[in-house]
Nanobody, 121 residues
Framework: QVQLVESGGGLVQAGGSLRLSCAAS????????MGWFRQAPGKRRDFVAA????????YYANSVKGRFTISRDNAKNTVTLQMNSLKPEDTAVYYC??????????????WGQGTQVTVSS
């Protein structure tokens, strides 16, 4: 019913920037809060950033605060993660997700397939 497709992953050098996009489709997608998660090899999937349905409130993991920015365009049904000052520890598969609850409850209903981000040093 709700489909999410990530794009924009790739290989960058430490200190560089990358922009991830998530295209969403399905009924009432614009009423969902959206989030980004990441999973590095051998690690659990961790929360990165989230934005509420209106785009007025954002939330960030401490590890990315000040470097990453999440935004959304409900008219285009897209959510974007702008990643600056990238570090090798940011290397992971990044997933887009949607929830009908408060984004910090981590109760996400829909997930994309993931996109690989690799930061070299």
């Amino acid at each position: 019913q709700v489909q999410l497709v990530e794009s924009g992953g790739g290989l960058v050098q430490a200190g560089g920037s990358l922009r991830l996009s998530c295209a969403a489709s399905g009924r009432t997608v614009s009423s969902h809060a959206m989030g980004w998660f990441r999973q590095a090899p051998g690690k659990r999937r961790d929360f990165v950033a989230a934005i509420d349905w209106s785009g007025d409130n954002t939330y960030y993991a401490n590890s990315v605060k000040g470097r990453f920015t999440i935004s959304r365009d409900n008219a285009k049904n897209t959510v974007t993660l702008q990643m600056n000052s990238l570090k090798p520890e940011d290397t992971a598969v990044y997933y887009c997700a949607a929830t009908r609850t408060h984004p910090t409850l981590y109760d996400y209903d829909y997930w994309g397939q993931g996109t690989q981000v690799t930061v070299s040093s």
